[in-house]
């Protein structure tokens, strides 16, 4: 079984070069027993919801999504252990920089201990073109129960369709160079989406990592003060992060255009496995504002219209999603950097559930996004909710110092407002 490789789906996997990964990453804490096997008996019995998932790209000049002939399960799960002193974010900035294997299907999931007795972290890296939202969603989606629960052994006893993918060498030259793929991808198309890959350089870039957490009721409380939306708030709290780092690296301190995915209704894609459309926005960041509580206000003043045009779907209706839907809306809101319209910043805000969430035995404390930087962009802001929880996750081209203190007094700052 196949299908074709889509434009926007050309576009983000030729975003993808040896010397500059491209990739999303999601990190689930987790608190009780889980090892290795267990993870791959849990993904053999729920991989049939995300099928892509077994599927490469292969076929040129024409390619399409077929199926991994030499597909294993357990060649795709991994164990690590951090070092003495060895931060999870140092692990994860290295793990960003190099490229997912191009032979296989574009995912892999480590279980990474040595963070805390009794706490591991699944790491889970995938090329965001595996999701699209409507019949792809991502694998986390379909692992996680509301109740903890034994993991049964399971046979995987999947056959992959013929014929063998043929070419692979051949595609991957070719997605080497961003408008060759998307020429061969869709002939007669460039011109709709030359601009969307046109910004792909070839230098090496690294992914640096840092993130922090709060507390939903604290960003109500700012919410309620100041008459804006929780989204707001958060916005405020990653214009705060964006500005502390522009002046650690003594670098202009100028409004900067951030990409903000946002989900949309629209009736014709109701049908599709998050029941919206997450489609792109852009917003200048009001860096240069002199206070907290004047880069909220203008953030608040720029987002109304989106507001009072009703077409935005409200945080509680994602958060009701079936399965655990913040990787698959993270991959899908990745994605709309295909849309090709110049930025520095991109802003990620996805919700979650508010009751706890299992893999097997193990419980999902904490669970966060990260996605590498691309085209102009020098930080790229994931912002994920979780039972009363918010994680901004953020990664840049230069080191997030002062992450976490930026943020927490712009949170401060604006408390005391309240």
Partial sequence: MSDPVSV??????????ESQPWQQVVVAVLSGPLTRDELIDRIADRIEYSPRFRRLVGGWPVPGWVDDTNFSIGGHVRTDTLTAGQRLEDWLSAKLGHSLDRTHPLWDATLVGGIAPGTQALVVRVHPALVDGYDHVHLLQELFDTEP??????????????????????????????????????????????????????????????????????LADVRAAFGCTTHDVLLALATAGVRG???????????????VPLAVAEPAVLESAIGCRVAPSWLGLPVTASSPADRLRAIATLTRARIDSGQSVPA????????????????????????????????????????????????????YALT???????????????????????????????????????????????
Avoid at 166 to 179: H, K
Wanted: proline share 7%; net charge negative; aromatic share 4%.
């Fill in 149 to 218: 629960g034994s993991i049964d052994a399971r046979v995987d006893d999947w056959e992959p369709a013929e014929p063998q993918p043929p070419g692979l060498g051949d595609l991957f030259t070719g997605l080497s160079d961003p408008l060759r793929a998307v020429s061969g991808a869709a002939t007669g198309l460039l011109g709709m989406v030359e601009n969307a890959v046109r910004a792909v350089a070839a230098s090496p870039r690294p992914q640096h990592v840092a993130g922090v957490e709060v507390d939903l009721d604290v």
């Fill in 245 to 259: 780092w522009l002046v650690d690296h003594r670098r202009e301190l100028a409004d900067p255009v951030a990409l």
């Fill in 372 to 418: 590498a930087t691309t085209d102009d962009e020098l930080l790229n802001i994931s912002v994920t909710s979780y039972r009363g929880r918010v994680t901004l996750g953020a990664t840049s081209i230069a080191p997030l110092r002062c992450w976490a203190r930026d943020i927490g007094a712009e949170l401060g700052a604006l408390r005391a407002e309240v």
């Fill in 8 to 17: 926007t789906e050309a576009a983000l996997l030729a975003r993808d070069q």
């Fill in 316 to 367: 509680r209706d994602l958060t009701e999603l079936a399965g655990f839907a913040p990787p698959t809306l993270h991959a899908v809101a990745a994605g709309t950097v295909a849309a090709g319209r110049p930025h520095t910043v991109m802003v990620s805000n996805v919700p979650g559930p508010a009751e706890a969430r299992y893999l097997g035995r193990a419980k999902l404390r904490q669970v």
